[in-house]
């Protein structure tokens, strides 16, 4: 089975613009969340998804955005990047999300540079 | 707010040295996990812990839960080079996981 893939694996911006990042679950998960790690605050919750839905936000500006497709694969968004976005961005799937005391599958990440 | 703090945030080991990696969350919860991240990679599930007194055990490495101290352990036994990486514990914050701050663990010769 395969796994949570992500893509693209490294990207470099500069400030002002906007990026996306891809995240495909595990096949059959139907949960993806996103998280943000950077060596000052550690991981971070961005949200969840669930059958399209946003199911849980984290405390971020409003910046990041996410949506949810119907094949369960989901994408973020960061408009107009500031340097302090630079991070290693997590997605995690599950069958039905933590709420249902699985295990979350860590994707390989995406690490984002802003210049 | 769910606060989860890990201890210590770094532990230099000799190889066959036993340690204790600490986790203690600040509300109630009945679900713990535990993830390994190796440099540059992504997190990789080891435990997940349910309920009041579960223990788990994977090679050399045994979690443990007490949910009435709101206290999580891992403990390693007689470590190896290979167990070198950053172990992070995360808690159910309701629909999202709260994570500590990680422990980087260097086991040396």
């Known amino acids: 089975k395969a796994g949570v893939t992500q893509t693209p694996r490294y990207l470099i911006k500069t400030r002002g613009q906007q990026v996306t990042l891809s995240c495909s679950p595990i096949?059959?998960?139907?949960?993806v969340s996103w998280y943000q790690q950077t060596p000052g605050q550690g991981l971070q919750f961005l949200f969840e998804?669930?059958?399209?839905?946003?199911?849980n936000k984290g405390n971020f500006p409003g910046r990041f955005s996410g949506r949810q497709f119907s094949n369960s694969r989901s994408e973020m968004n960061v408009s107009t990047l500031e340097l302090g976005d630079s991070a290693l961005y997590l997605c995690?799937?599950?069958?039905?999300?933590?709420?249902?005391?699985?295990?979350?599958?860590f994707g390989p990440g995406t690490r984002l540079l802003v210049l | 707010e769910l606060k989860v703090e890990q201890n210590p945030l770094f532990l230099s080991m000799q190889e066959g040295k036993n340690y204790t990696i600490y986790c203690n969350y600040s509300?109630?919860?009945?679900?713990l996990y535990w993830y390994r991240q190796d440099p540059g990679k992504s997190l990789e599930s080891l435990f997940v812990?349910?309920?009041?007194?579960a223990v788990k055990q994977e090679g050399r490495l045994m979690a443990s839960l007490d949910t009435k101290a709101r206290l999580s352990t891992l403990h390693i036994t007689a470590a190896v080079h290979d167990l070198s990486a950053t172990y992070f514990c995360?808690?159910?914050?309701?629909?999202?996981?709260?994570f500590g701050t990680g422990t980087r663990l260097q086991v040396f010769p």
């Open positions: 995360a808690v159910d914050g309701t629909d999202k996981l709260i």
């Open positions: 096949s059959g998960h139907r949960s």
């Open positions: 812990l349910l309920s009041n007194g």
């Open positions: 995690a799937s599950s069958l039905y999300g933590t709420s249902a005391q699985e295990t979350q599958y």
């Open positions: 509300t109630t919860s009945d679900r």
């Open positions: 998804y669930f059958s399209e839905t946003q199911r």
